[in-house]
């Protein structure tokens, strides 16, 4: 298995359930054959600039190792969830 980083950003104006609901629906998707080493969620933050017309975005942080195969689901399904605004999956290399 390899380390892996996601940081994804979930739209403001969902509620606090909505939220749970979208960290827990992501990283059971991770641990359907991985890990999770760290979870953070680091609140809402401004963005630094306009993304479909959202100025604020409530920020999470997961680092965690797994399969390509993981990787390709959790972005498969990122890319089709209406509560993300952006997110970035990298493979976490330390130097």
Do not use: C, H, W
Request: aromatic share 8%.
């Amino acid at each position: 298995m390899r380390k892996y980083e996601v940081m994804y950003i979930l739209r403001p104006d969902i509620e606090q359930e909505a939220v749970e609901a979208a960290i827990s629906k992501f990283e059971g998707i991770i641990n359907n054959g991985g890990e999770i080493t760290k979870s953070e969620v680091m609140g809402k933050r401004r963005l630094a600039y306009e993304i479909e017309k959202f100025r604020d975005g409530i920020y999470v942080l997961v680092n965690f190792n797994a399969t390509p195969e993981v990787v390709a689901e959790l972005d498969r399904v990122m890319k089709i969830s209406d509560e993300i605004i952006r997110y970035l999956i990298v493979n976490d290399v330390v130097a």
